[in-house]
Nanobody, 121 residues
Framework: QVQLVESGGRLVQAGGSLRLSCAAS????????MGWFRQAPGKEREFVAR????????AYADSVKGRFTISRDNAKNTVYLQMNSLKPEDTAVYYC??????????????WGQGTQVTVSS
């Protein structure tokens, strides 16, 4: 069992940066792939980034590649999403999740409550 709590979302201007954090509880955190997903109003939840258990393999959605960086610190049971060069279209609720090696949100078993990121133009 893994419990996840996201933080760091806020209102930011286009071109700005944010770092989201996801704190996990549970001794099995390091065994899970961790993913970040987002959901904008009226849209389906979409994949943003994922990182494997050791942190040496990552994957990104094309829309964020080169701007976002996912990382994890297993000693702190925390996964991060560094977001640079933010665009208004990045506005969404961002969720972290724990699960298998997949980009599909329905494959992930554990979810945080989400944190709102709003990018103004």
């Amino acid at each position: 069992q893994v419990q996840l709590v996201e933080s760091g979302g806020r209102l930011v201007q286009a071109g700005g940066s944010l770092r989201l954090s996801c704190a996990a509880s549970g001794r099995t955190f390091s065994s899970y792939v961790m993913g970040w997903f987002r959901q904008a109003p009226g849209k389906e939840r979409e994949f943003v980034a994922r990182i494997n258990w050791s942190g040496d393999s990552t994957a990104y959605a094309d829309s964020v590649k080169g701007r976002f960086t996912i990382s994890r610190d297993n000693a702190k049971n925390t996964v991060y999403l560094q977001m640079n060069s933010l665009k208004p279209e990045d506005t969404a609720v961002y969720y972290c999740a724990a699960g298998p090696l997949s980009n599909y949100w329905k494959h992930y078993a554990y979810w945080g409550q989400g944190t709102q990121v709003t990018v103004s133009s």
